[in-house]
């Protein structure tokens, strides 16, 4: 019969062998657990591939201002579709451009009320802003919106009209051809 201290020590020393055995077993000589070279014309592994190139570099490019006139109807302040496609180019600017921004002029003199001219010429420069944040997912801290009234008229043509400017910058391209917005 044996004692309980004979029995743990005998089973340690059954568990001592075991893990022995285990990790003779396990363990393999350095030229077995090198993988055999790639034969020719095999493709090579992720590993084998050289490294990847660095990432791309921002470069900082010098963007000119860019400008457009948007006319509306008298008393209104509803863009045309014909007006839309005055506004697209420097929407577009804007998407590829995110450190660009855009300020929107407003002016009306339908009135004789200066009140209404700055009311409407409000609403004018706002219809714009929404249409470019709107369709083009500009966001709205990159669109300063003023209403201009009957100040500043129109040295030719309608005063019913909104200026659309973002002005000149310099932003962050990864490619230094990407001048006015063209890939």
């Known amino acids: 019969m044996l004692t309980l201290s004979a029995y743990i020590r005998e089973k340690c020393l059954h568990i001592i062998l075991l893990s022995g055995l ?4 396990g363990c393999a000589t350095q ?4 993988p055999p070279p790639a034969a020719a ?3 090579a592994t992720v590993e084998e591939v050289a490294e990847p190139p660095p990432p791309p570099k921002a470069i900082l490019t010098e963007i000119p201002e860019v400008s457009e006139t948007v006319f509306f109807d008298t008393g209104s302040f509803e863009i045309s579709q014909r007006e839309q496609l005055k506004i697209d180019p420097i929407a577009v600017r804007l998407r590829q451009h995110p450190d660009s921004n855009v300020i929107i002029i407003g002016h ?3 009135s004789d009320n200066e009140e209404d001219n700055m009311a409407l010429s409000y609403e004018r420069a706002f219809s714009v802003a929404i ?3 709107s369709v083009f997912g500009i966001a709205e801290e990159r669109i300063q919106v003023v209403a201009q009234g009957n100040g500043d008229p129109a040295t030719s043509g309608s005063n019913s009209r909104v200026e659309v400017i973002s002005p000149e ?4 391209t990864l490619n230094a051809s990407d001048e006015d917005g063209k890939f």
Request: glycine share 4%; aromatic share 4%; charged share 25%.
């Open 131 to 133: 249409y470019i944040a």
């Open 108 to 110: 009306s003199s339908e």
């Open 169 to 172: 910058t310099v932003v962050r």
């Open 31 to 34: 030229e077995e657990a090198e």
């Open 22 to 25: 285990l990790i003779m077993a």
């Open 41 to 43: 014309g095999t493709p």
